[in-house]
């Protein structure tokens, strides 16, 4: 699915893809505009997390729920998020970063059974339009602009101890990346060096600590969607 922005107009509306036939269509719009949003899939439903409206910085999420399709209402996050990360482990939602209205490196948790937020540990950096995946229990997020530069660094999230880890970095910062998981290896595609675009390729492995070359894209893409089939 896909929602955002469109030619400076904030929307709500949501498009679906089917594999089979390789079609879009429309489904039921949100019930507030989004861009810069974070989206998760949690227990066959699509969350909807923060992002921007065109005047505020939201906290507010809601869920599409395909059974009776449509979008109900959720807990709100502590903070207002745009330009952030999430992700899913051990059946809670992260939101990770961000901005609302400033850089942030603060971490939040949401626990469906509750319907609630805690905030847990921060990363050690601050960061927006990062890359993050999770794998092997646990989250990692890398790149991303703190509010002064580029970065190269990558954390190590353990949800069982509440605490970041460096790891190695990689070769280059990078912005506006796309990042997905591929047999436990965490692919890093393209983004902003700080001086150009990227159509280039990493690949960390965590059991190694280290970062491999992949072959590079056609083209050279920043803040795009990414994700493993």
Same mark, same amino acid.
């Not at 745009?82 to 971490?107: E, K, Q, R, W």
């Not at 998981?181 to 595609?189: E, K, Q, R």
């Given at each position: 699915?896909? !929602?955002?922005?469109?030619y400076?107009?904030?929307e709500?509306?949501?498009?679906?893809?089917?594999?089979?036939?390789?079609?879009?269509?429309?489904?039921?719009?949100?019930?507030?505009?989004?861009?810069?949003?974070?989206?998760?899939?949690?227990? @066959?439903?699509?969350?909807?997390?923060?992002?921007?409206?065109g !005047?505020?910085?939201?906290?507010?999420v809601?869920?599409?729920?395909?059974?009776?399709?449509?979008? !109900?209402?959720?807990?709100?996050?502590t903070k207002?998020?745009?330009?952030?990360?999430t992700?899913?482990?051990?059946? =809670?939602?992260y939101?990770?970063?961000?901005?609302g209205?400033?850089h =942030?490196?603060?971490?939040?948790?949401?626990?469906?059974?509750?319907?609630?937020?805690?905030?847990?540990?921060? =990363?050690?950096?601050?960061r927006?339009?990062?890359?993050?995946?999770?794998?092997?229990?646990?989250?990692?997020v890398?790149?991303?602009?703190?509010g002064?530069?580029?970065?190269?660094?990558?954390?190590r999230?353990?949800?069982?101890?509440?605490?970041?880890?460096?790891?190695?970095?990689?070769?280059?910062?990078r912005?506006?990346? @796309?990042?997905?998981?591929?047999?436990?290896?965490?692919?890093?595609? @393209?983004?902003?060096?700080?001086?150009s675009y990227?159509?280039?390729? !990493?690949?960390?492995?965590?059991?190694?600590?280290?970062?491999?070359?992949?072959?590079? =894209?056609?083209?050279?893409?920043?803040?795009?969607g990414?994700?493993?089939?």
């Amino acid at each position: 699915m896909r !929602q955002g922005i469109s030619y400076r107009r904030h929307e709500s509306t949501v498009e679906r893809w089917d594999p089979d036939s390789n079609t879009w269509s429309s489904v039921e719009h949100m019930a507030e505009c989004r861009s810069t949003l974070g989206v998760v899939v949690l227990a @066959g439903e699509l969350y909807a997390l923060g992002g921007y409206d065109g !005047q505020y910085y939201l906290q507010s999420v809601e869920k599409y729920v395909p059974k009776v399709k449509e979008w !109900q209402p959720v807990a709100p996050m502590t903070k207002s998020r745009s330009c952030f990360a999430t992700a899913v482990l051990d059946g =809670m939602v992260y939101a990770i970063g961000g901005y609302g209205p400033a850089h =942030m490196n603060s971490v939040e948790r949401y626990d469906p059974s509750k319907d609630s937020w805690d905030m847990v540990a921060p =990363m050690a950096d601050k960061r927006i339009n990062f890359g993050v995946g999770v794998m092997l229990g646990f989250i990692f997020v890398v790149g991303g602009h703190n509010g002064v530069s580029h970065l190269s660094s990558i954390e190590r999230y353990d949800p069982h101890q509440n605490q970041w880890t460096a790891c190695r970095p990689m070769n280059e910062p990078r912005t506006g990346v @796309g990042s997905a998981v591929v047999d436990n290896y965490l692919y890093v595609v @393209g983004g902003h060096s700080g001086s150009s675009y990227l159509n280039t390729v !990493q690949r960390y492995d965590p059991i190694t600590d280290s970062w491999h070359d992949s072959s590079g =894209m056609m083209y050279c893409r920043c803040n795009f969607g990414l994700t493993a089939l």
